[in-house]
């Protein structure tokens, strides 16, 4: 009964219109009422430790990063370097963000500090070249799903931990698939642009000559350097990935301000305002997600249904199937970090008597939790593609079904071809 009012709140309020985080701290807080042993208390405490993390500074950081090297002339750089040796073929800049957010990927380490970055500098170029704005959101919030499935990253150390599996196994694990992910989305957007153009008769260009490109590199010299900084910083053992997003902002601030001057620091406070408001809301759907997830678990809701699947069949790819299901669904509600805790323990002892290799597996439940950032209603990386490109939600939840459709498929690859994530871990660290 608990489950049944939680649900029905939460879908009335967002049928009327009530904000995404609002709808699901008011659900939380009507089903807290209705058990007696619970208080409130439980809703305040899951909305602050959904929030108090150290992780989701860089969500706040790269959020500000992207938003200076909008204002301050870096990101102008960067794309007209993209568009110099890219923007000639069908795919264009959706080839190049789509690439960015891979990049950004591997500096976050999460989906909407991703979203963030490239979404801030890449929506407007877009809608410019040409792309709808909601399409353009919805390329920009499916591939920031990237930031958890490219090494390194907070969700797979989360899993590793739950399953007793090597982290450095499971980082190389990821790799590949990443890149597989990457593609199948650079696809779709090439033929996707490939008719829009046809249609539209976009204007042929011809190819950018030696002298134009060396133009365009001196120009961006600084803005290519920032990833050699950023990342050298990580992989050198200087800095975390969250604490990066920290030399991100120092980084986009002096050659916006004192090399390109093309920032005034009385603009500073303005941006950072903007800053802190589109990281606000995503922020209060975390956190409400948490105390939602919470009253979820306390039903045993994910522990009902993981085995209600496997009490179906005993068949190995079958199981698969309906586990990708449970956990297509289980993302689409829960916070990734809670699902992998809950659902780990209860999935391992299937998975080791179906022989299932649990690195492998840890990538493709990471990837099927990861579509949930992006699937209506509760896709935080959606929400913040939406706050970024000043899009309304009702329009790009209608864009980015294909997306979720693209997704699914990639995923599908990465679970019935275990090669793609197990390779590297075999080759170079003797795994298996």
């Known amino acids: 009964m608990t489950s049944l009012i939680l649900f029905l709140s939460f879908f009335g309020m967002l049928l009327i219109g009530v904000p995404i985080g609002i709808a699901l701290g008011s659900a939380s807080l009507i089903a807290i009422m209705y058990i007696p042993f619970l208080k409130p208390d439980l809703y305040a405490l899951g909305l602050v430790s ?10 706040v950081l790269f959020t500000l990063a992207g938003n200076i090297m ?56 877009l809608v410019k070249r040409g792309y709808d704005r909601a399409y353009a959101g919805a390329m920009v919030a499916s591939a920031g799903g990237l930031g958890v499935m490219i090494p390194p990253s907070v969700v797979m150390i989360v899993y590793a931990v739950a399953a007793g599996v090597s982290v450095t196994a499971l980082f190389m694990a990821g790799i590949l698939p990443g890149l597989v992910i990457a593609l199948t ?59 990066s997003s920290a030399v991100a902002v120092v980084y986009a601030l002096v050659v916006s301000c004192l090399v ?27 956190g409400a997600s948490v105390a939602f997830g919470r009253i979820i678990a306390l039903e045993k809701i994910p522990t009902e249904l993981a085995q ?38 209860v999935l391992l002892p299937v998975l080791t008597k179906l ?17 949930g950032f992006v699937t209506p209603p509760l896709g935080a990386n959606l929400f913040m593609a939406a706050q970024v490109g ?43």
């Open 308 to 345: 209600f699947v496997l009490s179906i069949t005993e068949n190995k790819y079958l199981v698969l199937v309906a586990i990708l299901v449970l956990l297509l669904i289980i993302g689409t509600f829960l916070e990734t970090l809670a699902s992998i805790v809950i659902l780990t323990p």
């Open 185 to 243: 989305l650079m696809t779709y957007n090439y033929f996707y642009r490939k008719q829009a153009t046809q249609v539209n008769m976009a204007e042929q260009r011809s190819a950018a000559t030696g002298k134009e490109i060396f133009h365009v590199l001196n120009e961006a010299k600084l803005a290519l350097i920032m990833p050699v900084v950023i990342l050298g910083g990580i992989y050198g053992g200087i800095v975390t990935p969250t604490e």
């Open 70 to 125: 909008s204002k301050g002339g870096i990101s102008k750089r960067l794309i007209a370097v993209a568009d110099t040796l890219f923007g000639r073929a069908p795919g264009d800049l959706g080839t190049v963000t789509i690439m960015a957010c891979l990049f950004f990927a591997a500096i976050s380490g999460t989906g909407s500090a991703t979203v963030a970055a490239v979404g801030l500098a890449m929506i407007p170029a």
């Open 390 to 432: 000043e899009i309304p939600f009702e329009r790009i939840a209608r864009r980015i079904l294909p997306w979720v459709a693209v997704l699914i498929g990639a995923l599908l690859i990465i679970t019935f071809v275990p090669a793609i994530s197990l390779i590297l871990p075999t080759l170079f660290l003797g795994y298996g």
């Open 260 to 286: 390109y001057r093309e920032l005034p620091l009385k603009a500073l406070p303005k941006i950072m305002l903007e800053s802190a408001m589109l990281v606000s809301a995503v922020l209060v759907i975390i």
């Open 355 to 371: 022989q299932v290799d649990l690195v492998h597996f840890g990538i493709v439940m990471i990837v099927a939790l990861a579509i």
């Open 50 to 59: 959904g929030i108090n993390s150290f992780t989701l500074i860089a969500v």
